[in-house]
């Protein structure tokens, strides 16, 4: 099992940043990427970053440019550093960390970017 907990949520301005962490915790081994999810209010759960343990990269369209993932692996952290934020990027992000055939998520916390 893996245990995920994410922080730093919160409410921005438009054209502010955020960063958001997520520290896990339990049985990383086999762990071969992590990743940030968001949902918004009435829409699905999309992929926003996510990162093998190789470095590789994969962002949405809507954020690329504009958030950056990063993952320590030997602290079992991941960010989200989220700069240029706009009101679509609110959402609850959720962190994700998945093993073969398993996908793990964290609680999830809400980010509101409004004047």
């Known amino acids: 099992q893996v245990q995920l907990v994410e922080s730093g949520g919160g409410l921005v301005q438009p054209g502010g940043s955020l960063s958001v962490s997520c520290a896990a915790s339990?049985?990383?081994?086999?762990?071969?990427?992590m990743g940030w999810y968001r949902q918004a209010p009435g829409k699905q759960r999309e992929l926003v970053a996510s990162?093998?343990?190789?470095?590789?990269?994969n962002y949405a369209d809507s954020v690329k440019g504009r958030f950056t993932i990063s993952w320590d692996s030997a602290k079992n952290t991941v960010w989200l550093q989220m700069n240029s934020l706009k009101p679509e990027d609110t959402a609850v992000y959720y962190c994700?960390?998945?093993?073969?055939?398993?996908?793990?998520w964290g609680q999830g916390t809400q980010v509101t970017v409004s004047s």
């Open positions: 339990g049985s990383m081994f086999s762990i071969y990427a």
């Open positions: 994700s960390a998945v093993r073969t055939g398993v996908n793990y």
């Open positions: 990162m093998t343990n190789g470095g590789r990269t």
